[in-house]
């Protein structure tokens, strides 16, 4: 248990549908991130929030849209994804956004399939 | 090229057995991240280390900064360490990023 939730755990969702997933961390923390893990792939940072401010955004197709409503809340909105979407897609978060020197706590992940 | 480069891709080995996974890095970084991945899918930080050596319990961090290396060891294995191990250098002040390395599948056998 790192103090990051995520749900749903798994998703199964048509091109069509519109989904979201939700990340919630209990640590206090100021900055929270989005990653995709795709299969035999580093890790791809997609989103990063510091202080409920997107600070950083990786050339990531619109069809996915972050949310930070307050600190300690993170959702990513889905809709007419592709087939190559599919992943696990990882939420962390750190005291605050210094990657050189903070440590960071994942959550659990969500498997997402589109079909 | 990934800036950051793991070796072996997958290791298997007996219990008990001093496992060691090596991590190479291409530009200067101001700290090395060790992760552990257990089957599921959740990350969870092992070390962070920007120079010398930390020691976990079980498992043991390096790093040689001059020779852009670090390696990550476990001894006397055991089937519950069984997990993918990724390295991650952070480049911290105004680039702030973090690259990964690709993982290393481990499976420690009975």
């Known amino acids: 248990e790192t103090g990051v939730t995520q749900t749903p755990r798994h998703l199964v969702m048509g091109m069509t549908n519109k989904k979201s997933l939700k990340c919630e961390q209990h640590l206090g923390h100021n900055a929270m991130y989005w990653y995709k893990q795709s299969a035999k792939k580093p890790l791809e940072l997609m989103f990063v929030?510091?202080?409920?401010?997107?600070?950083e955004n990786n050339s990531v197709p619109s069809r996915f849209s972050p949310e930070c409503p307050n600190s300690s809340h993170l959702f990513l909105h889905l809709h007419t994804l592709q087939p190559e979407d599919s992943a696990l897609y990882l939420c962390?978060?750190?005291?605050?956004?210094?990657?050189?020197?903070?440590?960071?706590?994942f959550g659990p992940g969500t498997r997402l399939t589109v079909l | 090229k990934n800036e950051v480069e793991q070796s072996p891709q997958n290791l298997t080995a007996q219990e008990g057995e001093f496992i060691t996974i090596n991590c190479s890095y291409s530009?200067?970084?101001?700290?090395l991240h060790w992760l552990q991945q257990h089957p599921g899918g959740g990350i969870v930080s092992l070390f962070m280390l920007s120079s010398g050596k930390k020691k976990h319990g079980r498992l043991i961090a390096t790093i040689n900064i001059q020779e852009k290396h670090s390696s990550l060891h476990i001894t006397a294995s055991h089937p519950r360490d069984s997990a993918v191990y990724i390295c991650?250098?952070?480049?911290?002040?105004?680039?702030?990023?973090?690259?990964f390395g690709t993982g290393t599948l481990l499976a420690v056998q009975p």
């Open positions: 929030y510091s202080l409920e401010e997107r600070v």
């Open positions: 530009v200067g970084i101001s700290a």
């Open positions: 962390a978060s750190s005291q605050d956004f210094d990657l050189g020197t903070d440590t960071q706590y």
């Open positions: 991650a250098g952070a480049y911290g002040g105004a680039t702030n990023k973090l690259i």
